[in-house]
Structure formats: structure tokens, C-alpha cells
């Protein structure tokens, strides 16, 4: 009886290890959000927005495949990237293979993709921050760095802000929001959620952040024990209402310090604005 439970608990694992490694990392989720702005202009009333975040990427391969796949289907308005679009361990020469992920997703949605930079960027020894913005808007993204753009449609606008890195304290809010008219719809682009900590009660009026993972890995009945923020879980994933602020939290598409994920699929955010 001993040998028949061992070898079934044996094979579970073996199972949950595969599960782990091989299938949730490539299970992509798609997590569907409206936000109601009173304030919202016309134009912009029922636009798609897909966000996605910390994608880690050293190269062209299935994860990126499936992303383009899947935001091709989703058909958004406007693309939003919230940090970490390659990993820390990322190298120079690995960027021309990263490379026809930026340039696919610049030539289907050219002037529509803005994104930020995450932590593993800058704790990157290997890549020049300046070179490889250059690099990346050559493709067709835009990188927000501290600093804030009208997205104009029919004539109308909103603000779209990107602050740098607030967990490695490469964020400058003051300068991020510099210009702003008051009435004007505000969403804010930052890599980790902790940039909460520095903004005014209804300053903005959504936060789109990344960073966690979610978790990333989310055992039953065991808090989550990976979170890097200095808060350390206070904001893990999805939706919250933080100083009169929408706060939604993506849980990435790759992984960090593991190759795996556990009841904590990779997520692409459809977001829809509106006005009500």
C-alpha cells in the first residue's frame, strides 16, 4: 500500500513539474476590464487598450509568437506596455533576435504603442538604457520616460504618462506630470505598483502597473511569498482603488528567478474606456 501511494504521489509530482515548466507559462489568460470615465471625450468612448507587462524577453520565440497572436485577435486601439520588455540577463547580442517581436508589433500598430521601462533594465549590466530606447522606438514603440503625451483622436484628447522605474527609485513623478490640465482624463503608466506611494489623493485617473508577476507562483492555502515590492503583497494582481485611484495590476507574461508558474497563468490585459 506504502509502494501504491508513493509511486502515485510520485507521478502527481512529476505531473505538477511539467504542469509548472511546460504548460502554464504558455497559458495565456485574457483578463477583461472596463473603466467609466464622466470626463472621458467622445472619441475615445468604447476604444480597446491591451496592456502587457514584464515579458522578459530574450529572444523571438513561443511566448512572443502567442503574444502576437493573441493581440492580433483582440484587434486594441492602442497597446500599452508596462516594464521589463527583456529580462536582466538579456544581452547585447540578443537583441537582434528580440528584435522581429518590437518590429511586428510597431508595423501593425504604428503610433499606437507606448510603454515604460521595469527594473531588470536597469539592473542590466549588459545594455546601454539610452541605446536601447533608441533601439526600441525604432520599431515603433514609445518609450514614456518621466514624461507625459496627448493621444489625440478626432481632435480630442487624453493624457498618457510614463514614469521610469519606481523600484529602482528612477521614477520623477513631478516632472512626469508636468502640463497637465486638470479636467483631463489621466492614465499613468509605471513598471511596479509602488508608485502609488508618491501620488496625490484622485491625482490621476487610472494606474496601469506590472511587476509582481502576480505572485507567479500561488501554492493553496500558503500566502503569496514572492512579491517584490517593499510592501511585499499589499498589491499582488488585478484591481484595486487606492487615494480615489483605479490601480489594475498585470501579472506579466514570463517569469522571473524560475522558468515556471503555478495557478498564476501569464495575462494580457483588454481594457475598455468608457464614458459614464
Not at 520623477?172 to 503608466?189: S, T
Request: charge should be positive; include cysteine; aromatic fraction near 10%.
Amino acid at each position: 500500500m506504502m509502494i501504491f501511494l508513493g509511486s502515485i504521489f510520485f507521478i502527481l509530482l512529476l505531473l505538477i513539474i511539467w504542469y509548472s515548466f511546460r504548460f502554464e507559462p504558455y497559458n495565456f489568460k485574457v483578463e477583461k476590464i472596463r473603466f467609466d470615465f464622466k470626463n472621458l471625450p467622445l472619441s475615445f468612448d468604447r476604444i480597446k487598450i491591451v496592456q502587457i507587462s514584464d515579458l522578459h524577453s530574450k529572444k523571438f520565440g513561443r511566448k512572443e509568437k502567442l503574444v502576437l497572436k493573441i493581440i492580433n485577435q483582440l484587434n486594441p486601439d492602442y497597446i500599452f506596455i508596462t516594464g521589463d520588455i527583456i529580462d536582466n540577463q538579456t544581452k547585447t547580442k540578443d537583441l537582434d533576435l528580440c528584435r522581429p517581436f518590437w518590429e511586428k508589433l510597431g508595423q501593425q500598430y504604428q503610433n499606437r504603442i507606448f510603454g515604460v521601462f521595469g527594473n531588470h533594465l536597469h539592473d542590466s549590466r549588459k545594455i546601454n538604457i539610452h541605446e536601447f530606447k533608441k533601439l526600441v522606438e525604432s520599431c515603433g514603440i514609445s518609450i514614456l520616460l518621466n514624461e507625459n503625451k496627448k493621444l489625440i483622436r478626432n481632435g480630442e484628447y487624453l493624457y498618457l504618462i510614463g514614469v521610469d522605474d519606481p523600484r529602482t527609485k528612477h521614477h520623477n513623478l513631478e516632472q512626469a506630470m508636468q502640463g497637465l490640465e486638470d479636467n483631463r482624463v489621466k492614465i499613468l503608466l509605471a513598471h511596479s505598483p509602488e508608485i502609488i506611494e508618491d501620488l496625490k489623493e484622485s491625482e490621476v485617473d487610472l494606474i496601469l502597473a506590472g511587476h509582481t508577476h502576480g505572485g507567479q507562483v500561488r501554492l493553496p492555502l500558503i500566502p503569496n511569498f514572492w512579491i517584490p515590492t517593499r510592501d511585499r503583497g499589499k498589491y499582488v494582481s488585478g484591481l484595486y482603488r487606492v487615494k480615489q485611484i483605479p490601480l489594475y495590476i498585470n501579472r506579466g507574461i514570463g517569469v522571473d528567478l524560475l522558468p515556471i508558474r503555478f495557478n498564476c497563468p501569464p495575462e494580457i490585459t483588454l481594457i475598455e474606456l468608457r464614458k459614464g
